[in-house]
């Protein structure tokens, strides 16, 4: 293997300052954030609104978005029979800290937004949690049994009888597909997965004022695309605080990313054989081929990297197509 075709991509995030975010990103995790609001790292992203930069070596500064433009063989995008060539980095990796509650939203699939959000992509995304209080909560679901109810309970602002909470722990990996309420509670740390897309159509936001004005809610769309019922909520949440240790963990495939999580406690040694292979260390440090890394690093192994060894004590979250 040659590695210096074959580069790890580290890349630098971009922070972004939301009315429900706080310090944590800069308190527990090696950061320098913009502000005490600081609400989201998109720390794999090439969205036009978020576009992290490479952080060293040949393609140090350059955006991943050109990166995947001028370069599709580090992310195996080719023409071969049967898959098409993609037209844009297919995921986005955020850690989210929310000191206070996120606005109760839902996100469209890939047909709703193509035709109603000028071709954009729908959003599946999945959460894993990083840190939460003990007695912590989720929106996941909501309690209307039928299209009717739902209308009902919405533009009558039934809130309460509406949104299903649930309780979720650290270590808790939930699947969020389109179609799914859903909404983080402040006290929640967590590493999200996600198509890149921003589409989000907000349901309610708690009566909150950001700038001295409301920010916008999207009724209509958020009925239109609103499943009902509701999945039942165990069958979004999957316990993934104790895996097995120094091996790969598939957590979750589904038609848009494969999610895996990593436990070293000594050593593990695996091929890199996907597209690509994004990179989240969540906890702890240690080494990858020798090179070292540490919790808050996000890096992307390109196609064909090949072995791969991890070493040390560390928490790592990877995601591929
Ligand atoms: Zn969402």
């Not at 433009?69 to 080719?78: C, R, S, V």
């Not at 104790?242 to 038609?255: E, G, R, T």
């Not at 990593?262 to 020798?290: K, R, Y």
Request: proline share 6%; glycine share 8%.
């Amino acid at each position: 293997m040659d590695q210096k075709v074959k580069p790890i991509i580290f890349l630098n995030p971009v922070f972004k300052q939301m009315i429900w975010g706080g310090e944590r990103l800069g308190t527990d995790w090696p950061y320098e954030i913009p502000g005490p609001d600081t609400g989201e790292c998109w720390a794999v992203s090439a969205h036009p609104n978020g576009d992290c930069t490479v952080r060293d070596g040949a393609y140090a500064g350059k955006a991943l978005s050109e990166l995947w433009e001028e370069e599709p063989a580090l992310f195996g995008n080719f023409e071969s029979e049967g898959t098409p060539k993609l037209d844009r980095f297919p995921l986005l990796t955020k850690i989210i800290d929310a000191k206070s509650d996120l606005s109760i939203q839902v996100h469209p699939d890939d047909a709703y937004a193509k035709s109603h959000e000028n071709g954009s992509l729908g959003k599946t995304e999945c959460w894993y949690i990083l840190d939460c209080e003990p007695d912590a909560t989720l929106v996941i679901g909501h309690n209307a049994k039928d299209k009717e109810e739902l209308a009902a309970m919405i533009k009558e602002g039934r809130w309460h009888e509406f949104i299903r909470e649930v309780p979720v722990k650290r270590g808790d990996f939930i699947q969020i597909d389109p179609g799914t309420v859903h909404a983080i509670k402040g006290g929640i740390m967590l590493l999200e997965t996600q198509q890149n897309s921003d589409i989000t159509y907000r349901v309610y936001d708690y009566d909150r004022l950001s700038g001295g004005k409301p920010r916008q809610l999207h009724v209509e769309q958020s009925i239109d695309v609103i499943t009902v019922p509701a999945k039942p909520a165990a069958e979004c949440i999957k316990d993934a605080a104790n895996l097995l240790k120094d091996q790969m963990n598939l957590l979750i495939s589904c038609p848009y990313y494969q999610v895996w999580k990593f436990d070293v406690t000594n050593m593990v040694s695996f091929a890199q054989e996907h597209p690509f292979l994004i990179m989240s260390v969540i906890a702890g440090d240690g080494e990858i081929n020798g090179q070292p890394i540490r919790k808050g690093d996000h890096f992307i192994l390109p196609c064909g990297y090949g072995e791969v060894t991890l070493e040390g004590r560390m928490e790592i979250i990877a995601a591929s197509i």
